[in-house]
């Protein structure tokens, strides 16, 4: 059975700060996704990293995934009160198919 | 409206009814996928679906529960004789098989099911 380690479960911050999110696993992902879900809403797809070493960037959010495809990271820079909300990795193990998901971060950024 | 579309949005039964949850994909997708989100819990598997076709059942309660995609219209989520622990939020997924080889998926809004 795979698992998805999230850490951490929760966040609370203040404005201007950085934070980093973790998602791991001992099992090599094919590809994994970061998601943003708001209350009472469906994931929204942040981005997807498929090549170990990969580090991509949207705005102020810096995604990483592990050299051996293990593990990857979600870097924030300088929060925002508007970065709230729940932060899901998900790791797709077989090219297909039903995604894993870590437990999540609750993030909230203070003004 | 592109998106994936879920409909109803909230739903509420008595124990001992049926919950039908319906799932449209993203124009062209051709995959879809059923998760529940418990309170306090993460998203858990249910099932994998392409056209008339079951691909992966494995995250399905054995009983009471079964989904399917037909031909023409959309995916169908089915909860016989509903309980009080079947409340919870049931996601709809939609992936293209073509194109992106990275199994992006993309997520409807969800149904809130009660169980009264």
């Known amino acids: 059975t795979q698992l998805l380690e999230q850490s951490p479960q929760f966040l609370s911050i203040q404005e201007g700060e950085n934070l980093t999110v973790y998602c791991n696993s001992s099992?090599?992902?094919?590809?994994l996704q970061w998601y943003r879900q708001e209350p009472g809403e469906g994931p929204v797809l942040l981005v997807t990293?498929?090549?170990?070493?990969e580090v991509k960037k949207l705005k102020r959010l810096t995604f990483q995934f592990g050299d051996a495809r293990k593990d990857s990271s979600l870097h924030i820079t300088a929060a925002q009160t508007g970065d709230t909300g729940l932060y899901l990795c998900?790791?797709?193990?077989?090219?297909?198919?039903?995604?894993?998901f870590g437990q999540g971060t609750e993030l909230s950024v203070k003004p | 409206n592109a998106g994936v579309m879920q409909n109803p949005r909230h739903l509420v039964r008595r124990r001992g009814q049926e919950a039908r949850l319906r799932c449209s994909p993203m124009?062209?997708?051709?995959?879809v996928y059923w998760y529940r989100q418990l309170p306090e819990e993460g998203l858990k598997f249910m099932v994998y679906?392409?056209?008339?076709?079951?691909?992966?059942e494995s995250g399905m309660p054995k009983e009471r529960f079964s989904a399917e995609f037909p031909k023409e219209g959309p995916s169908i989520l089915r909860i016989q004789q509903v309980v009080r622990g079947d409340s919870a939020a049931y996601f709809c997924?939609?992936?293209?098989?073509?194109?992106?080889?990275?199994?992006?998926?993309?997520f409807g809004p969800g149904t809130r099911l009660t169980v009264l």
């Open positions: 998900a790791g797709d193990y077989n090219q297909g198919g039903k995604l894993i």
């Open positions: 124009k062209g997708h051709s995959h």
């Open positions: 099992s090599v992902f094919s590809s």
């Open positions: 997924a939609s992936s293209s098989p073509s194109g992106s080889s990275y199994n992006e998926q993309f």
């Open positions: 679906l392409q056209k008339e076709n079951i691909i992966d």
């Open positions: 990293v498929v090549t170990g070493g």
